[in-house]
C-alpha cells in the first residue's frame, strides 16, 4: 500500500515550475509574462492578473525573512522600468495604472514577518506551501495566509492642539538672522 507523504524540495528552480505549473491556484487569475527576468534583486518572475496589472512572483525554499527584502527591491525595479515593462508586455495588454502586486511563497511565515508585511503598506500576499508525493508524482498545495491589517483610526493617545502663544516671539539677534536668511528667507519673524 502507497502512503502520501511530504516532500522536501532542494533546488528553487523546481520550486517555481511547479508554482508557475499551478498559477490557477493563486488569486488574480494569473497569466505568466517571464520567469527569467534579470533585476538587481535576483531572477524576476512576473505575471499580469485579471485586472492586467502586474504580479511578482517570489519564492523560497526555505523560511526566511530576506524575501521581504528582496520583493522590495524588486518593486523598486519594476517601478523603474514599468513604462518599459508596459511597451514590452503590450501584446498581453499589461498597464501600469495600479501598483504591482506580490505574490510570496514560502514553507512559512513567522508572525513577526507577518506583521512587517502589514507595515509596508504595499499589496503582498503570502502563500504557504507544501509538496506531498504519493508513487512517483509530486504535488504542490499552496494555503493562502492571512496578513493583519493595519486598522485605519484615530491615533491611540489624543493629540492636543496648542494655540500659538502671541506675546511668545522668536527674536533672533543679528547674527542668527545671517545664519538662517540663505535657507528660510520667507519663515524668519520680522
Same mark, same amino acid.
Given at each position: 500500500?502507497?502512503?502520501?507523504?511530504r #516532500?522536501? =524540495?532542494h533546488d528553487?528552480?523546481?520550486?517555481?515550475?511547479?508554482?508557475?505549473?499551478?498559477?490557477?491556484? =493563486?488569486?488574480?487569475?494569473?497569466?505568466?509574462?517571464?520567469? !527569467?527576468?534579470?533585476?538587481?534583486?535576483?531572477?524576476?518572475?512576473?505575471?499580469?492578473?485579471?485586472?492586467?496589472?502586474?504580479?511578482?512572483?517570489?519564492?523560497?525554499?526555505?523560511?526566511?525573512?530576506a524575501? =521581504? #527584502?528582496?520583493?522590495?527591491?524588486?518593486?523598486g525595479?519594476?517601478? &523603474?522600468?514599468?513604462?518599459l515593462l508596459? &511597451?514590452?508586455?503590450?501584446k498581453? !495588454?499589461?498597464?501600469?495604472?495600479?501598483?504591482? &502586486?506580490?505574490v510570496?511563497?514560502?514553507? !512559512?511565515?513567522?508572525?513577526?514577518?507577518?506583521?512587517?508585511?502589514? =507595515?509596508?503598506?504595499?499589496?503582498?500576499?503570502?502563500?504557504?506551501?507544501?509538496?506531498?508525493?504519493?508513487?512517483?508524482?509530486?504535488?504542490?498545495?499552496?494555503?493562502?495566509?492571512?496578513?493583519?491589517? &493595519?486598522?485605519?483610526?484615530?491615533?491611540?493617545?489624543?493629540?492636543?492642539?496648542?494655540?500659538?502663544?502671541p506675546?511668545?516671539?522668536?527674536?533672533?539677534?543679528?547674527?542668527?538672522r545671517?545664519?538662517?536668511?540663505?535657507?528660510?528667507?520667507?519663515?524668519?519673524?520680522?
Amino acid at each position: 500500500m502507497m502512503k502520501l507523504h511530504r #516532500v522536501s =524540495l532542494h533546488d528553487p528552480a523546481v520550486l517555481q515550475n511547479m508554482i508557475l505549473t499551478q498559477l490557477d491556484d =493563486l488569486t488574480g487569475g494569473l497569466e505568466l509574462l517571464e520567469s !527569467g527576468l534579470s533585476s538587481e534583486s535576483g531572477p524576476l518572475c512576473l505575471a499580469i492578473d485579471q485586472d492586467r496589472c502586474f504580479v511578482l512572483l517570489i519564492s523560497t525554499l526555505h523560511e526566511d525573512d530576506a524575501i =521581504l #527584502v528582496r520583493a522590495l527591491g524588486q518593486i523598486g525595479w519594476l517601478n &523603474r522600468h514599468r513604462s518599459l515593462l508596459v &511597451r514590452l508586455f503590450s501584446k498581453c !495588454g499589461a498597464e501600469s495604472s495600479q501598483s504591482p &502586486r506580490v505574490v510570496l511563497i514560502a514553507p !512559512g511565515f513567522s508572525s513577526v514577518f507577518q506583521e512587517a508585511v502589514a =507595515l509596508t503598506g504595499l499589496d503582498i500576499e503570502l502563500y504557504q506551501y507544501r509538496v506531498l508525493g504519493f508513487e512517483h508524482q509530486q504535488t504542490l498545495l499552496l494555503d493562502p495566509v492571512g496578513v493583519p491589517r &493595519r486598522r485605519a483610526g484615530p491615533p491611540a493617545v489624543p493629540v492636543l492642539v496648542i494655540p500659538p502663544d502671541p506675546s511668545s516671539r522668536i527674536v533672533l539677534t543679528d547674527a542668527e538672522r545671517n545664519f538662517f536668511e540663505g535657507a528660510f528667507p520667507k519663515s524668519l519673524p520680522a
